[in-house]
C-alpha cells in the first residue's frame, strides 16, 4: 500500500498556478482572475465592528438567519418563493462546489462538465469518485454547448452536468433561448443542475441569465462574494437552490465540510448587502471599459482572433503562431514580461488560446498589449 490516498495522487497543481509561480514582480499580469479592487469600505468597517462585538463564535451551519435571508431576498427577481431555508453559506464558491460533487455524486456516477473549464471541476468530482466526461464550448459557437454534443455524451451512470456562465475561461454568456435549451436537455435527463454563476453580477450587455427560476427545481446554484465584492481572500460564497431536500443534504454536508462559515464576515457581508448592494455595478462598469480596450487591441493583432465577452473578466482569444503551442507562446510572453495562462491550462480545447484576465487598470492593459503586439511580431515576422 502506499503512503496516500489514490483520492490525492489522482489530483494534480492546475497550469495557472504553474505560471503564476514562475512569474517575477516586474511582469504585467494577466494571470490570475482575481480583480484588483478592494472590498466596499463599509465591508471592512463592519467586520471590525463585528469582531469588536463579539461575533467571534461558530454560527449555524447554514450560516446567520439574517443573511441567508437577505441572500434569498436578492434571487427573488429570478425566482419568487425562496426564504433562509434555501441557501447555505459556505467559506467561498471553492467550498460550494467541493460541496455539492460529495452531495450530489456516488463513486463510479458521471457529472458532464463544460471545456475549457474551471481548474477544480475535473479534481472535485474525482475527489467524490465521480467520474468527468466534458463537453466543448467551442469558440466557433461563442462557447456556448450544442445539445447535440451533451445528448452524445450523456449515459445512464450521468447524474449531474456543471454550467458555468458567465465562464471562466472563455467569458461566454447566455441567452435566454441557450438556457432553455440546456435546461431542456438536463430536464430530459432528470439530471442535477449546479450553475456556477459566481461572475452573475459582472455582466456588460444585458442582464444576467440565470438557471435558478427557470421552471426545473433540480438545479443549485453556486454563488461567491469574491469577484463580485472584490473579497477573494474573505472566502465567502453561497449555495442557493430551491429544492428543499437537497439542501438539507447540502446543509448536513457542510457541517463536516467546515462547520460553519466566519461569523464576523457573515455579518460584514450582510451590512455590505444591505449598505453597498450596487457596489457590483461600479465594478462591472469598469471591467466593461477593460473589456472592450483588451478586445480592440487583441483583435488588431496578428495571429489573433478574440470574441467580445458579455461577462466575467477574461478574454480567451485565439492565438495562432505557427509551431507554437499555448504554453510555448505563454513561457515567449513571459520572457518579454506579461504574465497570461496558456489555454491549456482549461483543457484540450483550450489549445491555441490565450487567457487574459483583464483585472489591471486600463493603462496596464495598454502596456501589456504593446508588448504582446511587440511578442507576436516578432515571433510571426
Ligand atoms: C468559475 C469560477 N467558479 C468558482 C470560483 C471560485 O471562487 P471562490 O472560491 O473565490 O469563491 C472561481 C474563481 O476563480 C471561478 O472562476
Given at each position: 500500500m502506499g503512503d496516500f490516498s489514490e483520492r490525492a495522487l489522482g489530483i494534480q497543481p492546475t497550469g495557472v498556478r504553474k505560471m503564476f509561480d514562475l512569474a517575477g514582480d516586474d511582469v504585467i499580469s494577466f494571470g490570475l482572475g482575481e480583480p484588483d479592487f478592494q472590498p466596499p469600505p463599509i465591508a471592512i468597517e463592519a467586520f471590525h465592528q463585528a469582531m469588536l462585538d463579539g461575533k467571534n463564535k461558530y454560527t449555524t451551519t447554514a450560516g446567520l438567519p439574517a443573511l441567508r435571508t437577505k441572500i434569498a431576498e436578492s434571487w427573488a427577481s429570478y425566482q419568487s418563493g425562496l426564504d433562509e431555508s434555501n441557501v447555505c453559506i459556505t467559506m467561498s464558491g471553492t467550498n460550494a462546489l467541493l460541496n455539492l460533487f460529495l452531495t450530489l455524486v456516488n463513486p463510479g456516477d458521471n457529472v458532464l462538465l463544460p471545456?475549457?473549464?474551471?481548474?477544480?471541476y475535473g479534481p472535485d468530482v474525482s475527489i467524490a469518485g465521480g467520474t468527468a466526461t466534458y463537453y466543448p464550448c467551442q469558440f466557433e459557437n461563442e462557447f456556448i454547448p450544442l445539445v447535440s454534443d451533451l445528448e452524445a455524451r450523456v449515459d445512464e451512470r450521468t447524474v449531474a452536468i456543471l454550467y458555468n456562465?458567465?465562464?471562466?475561461?472563455?467569458?461566454g454568456t447566455l441567452d435566454l433561448q441557450q438556457r432553455d435549451e440546456l435546461l431542456a436537455f438536463a430536464k430530459k435527463h432528470n439530471l442535477w443542475i449546479i450553475s456556477d454563476?459566481?461572475?452573475?453580477?459582472?455582466?456588460?450587455?444585458?442582464p444576467h441569465v440565470s438557471f435558478m427560476g427557470a421552471g426545473y427545481d433540480r438545479v443549485l446554484v453556486v454563488n461567491s462574494f469574491s469577484k463580485t465584492f472584490a473579497m477573494t481572500g474573505w472566502r465567502m460564497g453561497y449555495i442557493i437552490s430551491e429544492h428543499a431536500e437537497a439542501m438539507q443534504q447540502v446543509i448536513k454536508m457542510q457541517y463536516y465540510i467546515a462547520a460553519c462559515s466566519n461569523d464576523a464576515m457573515q455579518h460584514a457581508i450582510l451590512a455590505t448587502m444591505e449598505h453597498a448592494s450596487d457596489y457590483p455595478d461600479h465594478i462591472a462598469a469598469e471591467f466593461k471599459a477593460r473589456r472592450d480596450l483588451i478586445v480592440s487591441r487583441l483583435n488588431a493583432m496578428k495571429g489573433v482572433e478574440c470574441h467580445k465577452p458579455q461577462g466575467a473578466i477574461y478574454v480567451f482569444p485565439k492565438v495562432t503562431v505557427p509551431g507554437m503551442d499555448s504554453q510555448a507562446l505563454a513561457m515567449a510572453l513571459l520572457k518579454d514580461g506579461v504574465l497570461c495562462s496558456p489555454g491549456s491550462a482549461f483543457g484540450p480545447s483550450g489549445e491555441g488560446h490565450l487567457r487574459f484576465a483583464?483585472?489591471?487598470s486600463q493603462e496596464d492593459i495598454s502596456r501589456g498589449m504593446d508588448k504582446v503586439e511587440a511578442t507576436l511580431n516578432r515571433l510571426l515576422g
Open positions: 471545456e475549457p473549464y474551471f481548474p477544480l456562465f458567465p465562464s471562466n475561461p472563455t467569458g454563476e459566481v461572475y452573475d453580477r459582472i455582466v456588460f450587455d444585458g483583464y483585472t489591471i
